[in-house]
């Protein structure tokens, strides 16, 4: 299928693209890597008049570390820099650990992580490892920047925090041990996620974030309240524990998979991921 007609603008400052934004409201949409967007456009489940490209503004695809030493990614930087870069492999190992399950290679070479978190797919695999990681976002819009921390990132379904008239410039993680990981149980054809679920452990606990399941990526919490209290849990503690990743929240039912196997995956994934990123940190010291 074919999109329909539309306005396409190509900016080459931030500034400029804000102005195109706040010039034609409602009526505009934000193009990065395009692999959301563009399908919605065929389909005609999204038809903007105007198209925002950002994929020409070079200074929104970056690694680097700011002055408080965590890491800051510019909105453009793509799945594949991601899952390439040294400094996060050996800094921030879960982040390139997620960006590899992104789809495929062609999808993962032209997505970019801004674009994947302002669409807010309660399926995709950044928003599980984003909440793991408190990470925290630049939004700029025309009255300036405004920082928004991941637990008000994720609205809802397909909504971020993100106004019609912003975009999302940078995302800041912090450096981490070697104790994380990802696990995931993904759609076959689509690659993405029935329920994936990201771990954090660090001298103040453990951080689960878990996507997939329910309509925005949460965190497990009562998980994490019930390792809290166990200074080295053994292999049952964990089991018990992760048996509570899906309280407090209402899984998804589609063709995919029932409510029911969802909240099932997240406890099998949450326990798998707690044990890997367990299993890392003994190897770390070694």
Same mark, same amino acid.
């Given at each position: 299928m074919y999109p329909a007609n539309f306005e396409y603008t190509r900016p080459s400052t931030v500034e400029e693209a804000v102005a195109l934004l706040g010039k034609y409201g409602d009526d505009a949409k934000v193009l990065a890597g395009g692999h959301s967007l563009i399908p919605a456009m065929k389909l005609r489940l999204a038809r903007p008049n105007v198209l925002v490209d950002i994929g020409r503004i070079t200074n929104l695809n970056y690694v680097k570390t700011d002055a408080h030493g965590r890491f800051a990614i510019g909105a453009m930087t793509t799945h594949a820099d991601i899952a390439a870069s040294r400094p996060l492999r050996t800094k921030c190992p879960l982040l390139p650990e997620t960006a590899?399950?992104?789809?495929?290679?062609?999808?993962?070479?032209?997505?970019?992580?801004g674009g994947s978190l302002v669409h807010a797919d309660p399926a995709a695999d950044y928003p599980g490892a984003m909440l793991a990681l408190n990470a925290e976002m630049d939004l700029v819009g025309p009255k300036g920047k405004r920082v928004v921390r991941v637990a008000d990132f994720f609205v809802a379904l397909l909504q971020s925090a993100v106004g019609p008239d912003?975009?999302?410039?940078?995302?800041?993680?912090?450096?981490?041990?070697? &104790?994380?990981?990802y696990v995931k149980t993904e759609q076959k054809a689509s690659g993405f996620a029935l329920a994936g679920v990201a771990v954090v452990q660090s001298m103040a606990g453990f951080r689960i974030g878990v996507t997939g399941v329910a309509a925005k990526a949460y965190r497990a919490s009562a998980v994490e309240h019930v390792l809290a209290k166990l200074k080295s849990p053994k292999p049952e503690e964990i089991a018990q524990a992760s048996m509570l990743a899906a309280d407090g929240v209402h899984p998804l039912s589609d063709i995919h998979a029932s409510a029911e196997y969802r909240a099932h995956?997240?406890?099998i994934n949450t326990r798998r991921a707690i044990?890997? &990123?367990?299993s890392r940190a003994v190897a770390a010291e070694k």
């Open positions: 590899a399950h992104i789809g495929d290679v062609q999808v993962r070479n032209k997505g970019t992580i912003e975009i999302l410039t940078e995302i800041r993680i912090p450096e981490t041990s070697p &104790a994380v990981a995956l997240a406890q044990e890997k &990123a367990l």
